[in-house]
């Protein structure tokens, strides 16, 4: 059975372009990346680029065998952005096909976030942009806000690096890259929440003061100040990865 979706408003050309599965896996493009899993291609049409990941595999673990495939839940979660006014990678296509009841292959089609660039990009190239506190607050504050809106909803990223966050030519923020984040709840979501905001502190330890990296949290926490619990959730952030870098 296979199951394949297209965002409404395509034009004809690109609707037929990205039709079915069997189209979007006959596709050539660059090359970006692959793992086991899946690989991802960039494809041009009309002047605009578009990210195709195919998968072929359901994902780790159990997730081969029960639950929602990897590709379904990064397409469920990029919706889930949306509709809680997350600013993410517009999703064009979406699905997957499954025989005898196995995952067999899937797709997510996102269109491309045009004039971008990643925090971890912009870290490893000194952009002097780092290096301006209201370049710097604006998009912090976008963050807090993002983070927020994704724990309050009981959900957490669980990859929330970097690597995962564009920013364009005008400080906009936008969070891509969201296969493994799932919703949790009690002592499970906590640990996640922790996991989140240690993700995001592993890079911003070299990058920003401390003084910044603070502010970020009590953005985060919509506070002006630490309260005592509070301070206590730092230590936990900041403990996370010790030993594991």
């Known amino acids: 059975m296979s199951q394949w979706k297209l965002a409404e408003g ?52 159990l997730r081969r065998w029960l639950g929602r495939s990897r590709v379904k839940a990064e397409w469920q979660n990029l919706r889930y952005f949306t509709q809680w006014g997350i600013p993410t990678a517009p999703v064009v296509g979406w699905g997957q096909e499954r025989r005898a009841g196995a995952f067999h292959r899937g797709a997510l089609i996102t269109r491309e976030l045009a004039g971008t660039v990643d925090l971890a990009e912009m870290a490893r190239e000194g952009d002097p942009r780092l290096l301006d506190p209201r370049w710097v607050d604006r998009v912090s504050r976008q963050l807090a806000k993002a983070t927020r809106q994704l724990h309050q909803h009981g959900f957490a990223h669980n990859d929330l690096k970097w690597r995962n966050l564009l ?28 996991k989140d905001l240690a993700c995001l502190d592993k890079l911003a330890k070299y990058h920003l003061s401390r003084s910044q990296r603070l502010r970020f949290y009590l953005q985060y926490l919509g506070r002006p100040s630490l309260q005592a619990g509070d301070k206590r959730q730092v230590r936990r952030i900041l403990s996370f990865f010790e030993g594991r870098e």
């Open 10 to 61: 395509l034009d004809a050309e690109t609707a037929g372009l990205f039709g079915d599965l069997d189209r979007v896996f006959a596709l050539q493009g660059d090359w970006i990346t692959s793992d086991p899993l899946s690989e991802v291609l960039r494809v041009e049409h009309r002047g605009v680029r578009y990210y195709v990941k195919r998968y072929w595999a359901a994902g780790k673990g």
């Open 167 to 194: 920013v364009d030519q005008a400080g906009n923020l936008f969070l891509i890259d969201c296969p493994t984040g799932t919703f949790w709840w009690g002592p499970f979501l906590r640990y996640r929440v922790i």
